[in-house]
T-cell receptor, first 115, second 113 residues
């Protein structure tokens, strides 16, 4: 069974540019969540996709957007990059939404540096 | 809104010492509570969880009990090992459509041989 994978591992962008981060969910999982982890902080929820639809969003501006594809892989897009967007971006997948056995499996993350 | 507060680190212990990392939360309703661990250069791994009051989660010698009366979920281990060195995150998930995780700021643990 393949776990959650993310690409690229590291990325350096310039302020004002746009970036796309990719995530492949664990086999059989139909829900993907994205989190931003600034240095020395806990992850913060960006948004979640369930069966290709956005299903909840955290306190992030509209320049953070996403997609989920029919194979349940996902993309996170960030437009007009700012210096504060420098962080580790984590993707997590889970099997559905319901029940007390809900568990998210995290990928290794993409380290984004904005200069 | 929901929030999680963890004891500030870093925490440095000698091998075989007793570990406690405090965690308290603020949330409406009855959240599920989690401890995640992050090893250097890796993503988060679920360590243990508890879904209702008085539940005890346990894994790899770590334990935490869901205390609704004190809104706490403190992590404990009786005898730490060097391999336990990592960052530990307390988190909660409320019942709802997104079931998003709300994390604390993390506690860096270093265990010395």
């Amino acid at each position: 069974e393949t776990g959650v994978t993310q690409s690229p591992t590291h990325l350096i962008k310039t302020r004002g540019q746009q970036v796309t981060l990719r995530c492949s969910s664990q086999s059989g999982h139909n829900t993907v969540s994205w989190y931003q982890q600034a240095l020395g902080q806990g992850p913060q929820f960006i948004f979640q996709y369930y069966r290709e639809e956005e299903n909840g969003r955290g306190n992030f501006p509209p320049r953070f957007s996403g997609l989920q594809f029919p194979n349940y892989s996902s993309e996170l897009n960030v437009n007009a990059l700012e210096l504060d967007d420098s962080a580790l971006y984590l993707c997590a997948s889970s099997l559905g939404l319901a029940g007390d056995h809900y568990e998210q499996y995290f990928g290794p993350g993409t380290r984004l540096t904005v200069t | 809104g929901d929030s999680v507060t963890q004891m500030e680190g870093p925490v440095t212990l000698s091998e075989e010492a007793f570990l406690t990392i405090n965690c308290t939360y603020t949330a409406t309703g009855y959240p599920s509570l989690f401890w995640y661990v992050q090893y250097p250069g890796e993503g988060l791994q679920l360590l243990l969880k508890a879904t209702k009051a008085d539940d005890k989660g346990s894994n790899k010698g770590f334990e935490a009990t869901y205390r609704k009366e004190t809104t706490s979920f403190h992590l404990e281990k009786g005898s730490v090992q060097v391999s336990d060195s990592a960052v530990y995150f307390c988190a909660l998930s409320r019942t709802g459509s997104a079931r998003q995780l709300t994390f604390g700021s993390g506690t860096q643990l270093t265990v010395l041989p």
